[in-house]
């Protein structure tokens, strides 16, 4: 079951070639699901399709889904909107201002996630193809299920049955009402969603592939889009250089045929050992199964489109002597956009302001950082045991 998601700047191609990748599948006979987290919808325009609630076969084994995203928005978060309404109700807020504080940015989007984990575990498809929004809303929306996770697991105490059963007490004494039951269990619900998104997109069987064309201020918001999202623990498999000309006579074509010459050698050497496929530039949009597919054809020719490409592991923790050493790929890593903080059990790694609070693993919670560097586009961390922790391995003895 293979997932991919297309990503890249804005207007580059990415709904164009998320469709053509997914109409190229289906007609190698696997049933294959497009599904959009843009708020755009171009998708269906790309397809020459309406869009449907349910699934709708647009050609033999492609379909496309449609999020809904007002009625998937009152399952998951009604109950605890509400909830959060009347307690910011009760902390002084009139009740527009309680409503428009609960509308969780970004959740529209995260709700087509939880709908992509949903078609994924259903076992329905043999490929389920995701276009996603714009670069920086799809690495906000990327960094969000472990980000809430992490915010839930930390204001809901290990043992639950515990704090079910103060519930009823809680609520007086910090002068909030007491969650109802309903609120309690959608906030729960939500947080397995969430894990189980997570569970989806690190799988290895989930890869992102990033569209781009030959010019070079989208060439580098792409490099930095491939360090970040190995932040944030996702395979790139490839990039698609879409949007390129074919030679010509007249001169205005040749200029840009050796400018695109030129950006093409550049993302072949910075993005190695990733493959770069092309795409031509089309004499008209392509658009509809038939021309999507023969886009596709044409993009991949005889290399596999569901190709997970070079896989490297993105978190390695090892023993070197009395150290472990925390190594996380960060490919094309500017040096100077690093920062590193300890947190307690968490470790802080911002990249050029994007940041990943890291749960670390139990074997290096009770471990201090000793330094940290970075080599062949891996970040390297090593912590020292702790000897007020581990008595022993400091050779003391009792
Ligand atoms: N290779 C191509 N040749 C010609 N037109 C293209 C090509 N790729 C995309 N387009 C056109 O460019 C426009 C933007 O493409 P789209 O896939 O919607 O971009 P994005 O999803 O990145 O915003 C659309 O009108 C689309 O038909
Ligand atoms: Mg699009």
């Given at each position: 079951?293979?997932?991919?998601?297309?990503t890249g700047k804005g207007g580059v191609g990415k709904t164009t070639l998320a469709a053509a990748t997914a109409a190229r599948i289906a007609a190698d006979?696997?049933?294959?699901?497009?599904?959009?987290?843009?708020?755009?919808?171009?998708?269906?325009?790309?397809?020459?399709?309406?869009?449907?609630?349910?699934?709708?076969?647009?050609?033999?084994?492609?379909?496309?889904?449609?999020?809904?995203?007002?009625?998937?928005?009152?399952?998951?978060?009604?109950?605890?909107?509400?909830?959060?309404?009347?307690?910011?109700?009760?902390?002084?807020?009139?009740?527009?201002?309680?409503?428009?504080?609960?509308?969780?940015?970004?959740?529209?989007?995260?709700?087509?996630?939880?709908?992509?984990?949903?078609?994924?575990?259903?076992?329905?498809?043999?490929?389920?193809?995701?276009?996603?929004?714009?670069?920086?809303?799809?690495?906000?929306?990327?960094?969000?299920?472990?980000?809430?996770?992490?915010?839930?697991?930390?204001?809901?105490?290990?043992?639950?049955?515990?704090?079910?059963?103060?519930?009823?007490?809680?609520?007086?004494?910090?002068?909030?009402?007491?969650?109802?039951?309903?609120?309690?269990?959608?906030?729960?619900?939500?947080?397995?969603?969430?894990?189980?998104?997570?569970?989806?997109?690190?799988?290895?069987?989930?890869?992102?592939?990033?569209?781009?064309?030959?010019?070079?201020?989208?060439?580098?918001?792409?490099?930095?889009?491939?360090?970040?999202?190995?932040?944030?623990?996702?395979?790139?498999?490839?990039?698609?250089?879409?949007?390129?000309?074919?030679?010509?006579?007249?001169?205005?074509?040749?200029?840009?045929?050796?400018?695109?010459?030129?950006?093409?050698?550049?993302?072949?050497?910075?993005?190695?050992?990733?493959?770069?496929?092309?795409?031509?530039?089309?004499?008209?949009?392509?658009?509809?199964?038939?021309?999507?597919?023969?886009?596709?054809?044409?993009?991949?020719?005889?290399?596999?489109?569901?190709?997970?490409?070079?896989?490297?592991?993105?978190?390695?923790?090892?023993?070197?002597?009395?150290?472990?050493?925390?190594?996380?790929?960060?490919?094309?890593?500017?040096?100077?956009?690093?920062?590193?903080?300890?947190?307690?059990?968490?470790?802080?790694?911002?990249?050029?302001?994007?940041?990943?609070?890291?749960?670390?693993?139990?074997?290096?919670?009770?471990?201090?950082?000793?330094?940290?560097?970075?080599?062949?586009?891996?970040?390297?961390?090593?912590?020292?045991?702790?000897?007020?922790?581990?008595?022993?391995?400091?050779?003391?003895?009792?």
């Amino acid at each position: 079951m293979r997932v991919v998601l297309f990503t890249g700047k804005g207007g580059v191609g990415k709904t164009t070639l998320a469709a053509a990748t997914a109409a190229r599948i289906a007609a190698d006979g696997l049933k294959t699901l497009i599904l959009s987290t843009d708020q755009a919808h171009s998708l269906a325009d790309a397809l020459v399709c309406s869009v449907e609630d349910e699934p709708t076969e647009v050609s033999a084994g492609l379909y496309v889904g449609h999020v809904d995203t007002q009625r998937r928005l009152q399952e998951s978060w009604g109950e605890l909107q509400n909830y959060l309404t009347a307690a910011l109700g009760t902390a002084g807020f009139d009740r527009l201002r309680a409503e428009e504080l609960t509308v969780l940015p970004g959740a529209e989007e995260l709700l087509a996630l939880i709908e992509v984990s949903e078609h994924v575990r259903s076992g329905r498809w043999d490929a389920v193809i995701v276009d996603c929004a714009p670069t920086a809303e799809t690495l906000r929306l990327l960094a969000l299920p472990e980000l809430l996770d992490w915010y839930v697991t930390k204001a809901m105490p290990a043992d639950r049955r515990v704090v079910r059963a103060l519930r009823p007490l809680l609520g007086p004494a910090v002068g909030l009402p007491a969650p109802s039951s309903d609120a309690w269990e959608a906030a729960e619900r939500l947080q397995e969603q969430l894990q189980e998104v997570q569970r989806v997109l690190t799988s290895p069987e989930t890869t992102v592939r990033l569209v781009l064309t030959p010019e070079s201020v989208v060439v580098a918001e792409a490099r930095r889009a491939r360090t970040q999202l190995a932040l944030y623990g996702y395979r790139v498999d490839s990039v698609i250089a879409n949007r390129v000309f074919d030679a010509g006579e007249d001169p205005w074509r040749a200029g840009w045929v050796r400018a695109q010459r030129r950006q093409l050698d550049e993302i072949v050497e910075s993005f190695d050992p990733l493959p770069i496929f092309q795409a031509a530039y089309q004499p008209t949009e392509p658009m509809g199964a038939d021309a999507l597919n023969r886009l596709g054809v044409d993009v991949y020719g005889s290399a596999d489109p569901l190709d997970t490409g070079p896989s490297a592991e993105l978190i390695t923790v090892r023993q070197e002597g009395d150290l472990f050493v925390l190594e996380l790929a960060l490919p094309m890593l500017d040096k100077s956009s690093l920062e590193l903080t300890r947190v307690g059990d968490d470790l802080v790694i911002t990249v050029s302001g994007r940041r990943r609070v890291l749960a670390l693993p139990s074997a290096l919670r009770r471990c201090s950082v000793r330094r940290a560097h970075v080599e062949d586009d891996r970040l390297a961390i090593e912590f020292d045991p702790d000897p007020t922790m581990f008595p022993q391995a400091k050779g003391a003895h009792p």
